[in-house]
């Protein structure tokens, strides 16, 4: 059955200590502009007021000089947003803000909570009303509640009864919080610049700001940062399994980022030499999809010793199409974003190299683009294996009915593109290319093995099983009081 998942991929920046703490946030959002374009908003304090400025669009369009000026203060959170429709609406664009007993709080969420429904039922029947329909909403409901503890606990209990993949910016009036799950789904490193810390989802935004990276947060980890510096606390002792989205260095995460000290263009090289070296075959020219393509292909040709043609040309200035998504114009759509030279291939036996195969749309139309420009043969390779299952951590894939390859043998793609031959890189392949074990990542829309189970399967025995182990943990940490252990 067809299964609608909460899709919105992000990203999240924060500073702590710096005079033009929303001008930083600003320029830092510009480069983490590619997670998520519906919508973009900045919060700043001055150690007591807090001023935000949200809004859809990107964030050239959201913020102007004058409301950059407007956001006073030493401190700031930010996020872009992406969401598929029904859910992209202003009142959902982050940071959210809550004002309640412990303060002011605003938080910036990039993943997908996996129990946001039980925790939302459970909150909602206590009586607490929702502004939003994001799960990140769920976390400040659960921050505001007293506790018995300070900042620390709360923080802990707080984290503790979440589930699934968050890396959050949170902003107090005195402190600048990140928190990564414990398995690490998604990126969120820390950085310094002329004293002031800076948090974000990828590295390359520290670049934009001159920022020096320090290190990442570590998964489970808390990081408090305040007038006294930064400690760190580690949330969850017990050491889950780390599941890193292997996703981000395929296709997510900007080239010029660095993740867990690894270059991510130099992983994407590593993806595109691999998959020469699993599926060599004999062609004239080396083409990539720009741009995400583009560092898989360089590979493949510096592996294979066959020369790189930049022949497809991409037109930087296409915006969405906002015309009825019929077959004809999602075909037009794809092509007025890439033109190609057809001179570079007529008569060739061309390779194109791509990220990843999704739907097939894209691929598609590329193979009938090259054969009616004359090319000989189209070969195409993919520095990613088969995407057979959805994501629920936060990455916008189709429910199973429409991806490609969890309902077509490797074959029948083949066929359907049009191709004269279809290879995909292997799961061990790409593994070899990141040089990270395989322990540690998460490969779900891959193989199909959630790290973290999903709660709207609709299944009640699920939802009941769930509701009495949360209600169970409730329990064990109220009578626990869990004491943070300081790193
Ligand atoms: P398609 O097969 O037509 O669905 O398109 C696949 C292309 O979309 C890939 O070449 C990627 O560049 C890009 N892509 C892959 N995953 C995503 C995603 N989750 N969101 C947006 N674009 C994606």
Redesign the pocket.
């Known amino acids: 059955m067809a299964q609608d998942y909460p899709k919105h ?1 992000c990203g999240v920046f924060g500073v702590f200590g710096h005079p033009e703490a929303a001008d930083l946030t600003y320029y830092g959002l510009y480069a983490l502009q590619h997670r998520g374009q519906e919508s973009a908003g900045i919060v700043t304090c001055d150690g007591k007021q807090f001023r935000s400025h949200r809004d859809m669009g990107l964030v050239s369009q959201v913020f102007t000089g004058k409301i950059l000026h407007q956001l006073v203060g030493h401190m700031a959170v930010g996020h872009t947003r992406y969401s598929t429709t029904g859910s992209s609406q202003l009142q959902n664009a982050q940071p959210l803000t809550i004002s309640c007993r412990r303060g002011q709080i605003a938080i910036a969420h990039n993943g997908n909570l996996t129990n946001a429904v039980l925790l939302r039922d459970e909150l909602e029947e206590k009586g607490q009303v929702f502004q939003t329909t994001v799960d990140s909403e769920i976390i400040l409901h659960l921050m505001a509640q007293p506790t018995l503890g300070g900042t620390e606990n709360n923080l802990i209990q707080t984290v503790r009864r979440i589930e699934g993949a968050y890396s959050l910016v949170i902003m107090t009036e005195q402190e600048l919080i990140g928190v990564r799950d414990p398995h690490g789904f998604r990126p969120l490193s820390i950085g310094k610049v002329d004293g002031a810390w800076v948090l974000s989802s990828e590295t390359s935004a520290f670049d934009q700001i001159h920022a020096k990276l320090e290190r990442d947060v570590e998964p489970g980890e808390i990081v408090i940062i305040d007038k006294n510096g930064l400690r760190s606390l580690q949330a969850f002792p017990e050491c889950a399994r780390r599941a890193f989205c292997i ?1 981000e260095y395929v ?2 995460a900007r080239p010029d980022s660095v993740i867990a000290n690894r270059s991510v263009y130099q992983v994407r090289i590593d993806l595109g030499r691999q998959l020469a070296r699993e599926h060599p075959v004999q062609a004239d020219i080396v083409i990539p ?1 720009p741009d ?2 583009l560092y898989a292909a360089l590979g493949y040709s510096r592996e294979s010793g066959i020369p790189l043609e930049l022949a497809f040309i991409r037109n930087h200035y296409v915006g969405r199409s906002f015309l009825q998504p019929s077959q004809l114009i999602r075909d037009f759509d ?1 092509r007025v974003k890439l033109n190609l030279i057809p001179e570079l291939v007529e008569g060739k036996r061309v390779i194109i190299v ?11 139309t590329r193979v009938k683009t090259l054969k009616e420009a004359g090319a000989r043969e189209v070969h195409v390779r993919v520095s990613c294996p088969p995407h057979m299952h959805p ?1 629920v951590y936060g ?4 429910d199973r009915s429409k991806l ?1 390859a969890a309902n077509h043998s490797v074959r029948e793609i083949q066929k359907y593109l049009n191709a004269d031959s279809l290879a995909y890189l292997s799961q061990e392949g790409m593994v070899a290319a990141t040089r990270h074990p395989k322990e540690g990542f998460c490969m779900a829309c891959y193989d199909g093995n959630y790290p973290v189970p999903y709660d709207s399967s609709m299944d009640k025995n699920i939802i009941e099983r769930r509701r009495a182990r949360v209600e169970s943990l409730g329990e064990a940490l109220a009578k626990e009081e869990l004491q943070p252990r300081l790193l």
């Open positions: 991929y996703f296709y997510f999809v995400s393509g794809v791509d990220d990843s195969i999704v739907r097939g749309t894209t691929c598609k994501c990455i916008d894939f189709p490609m």
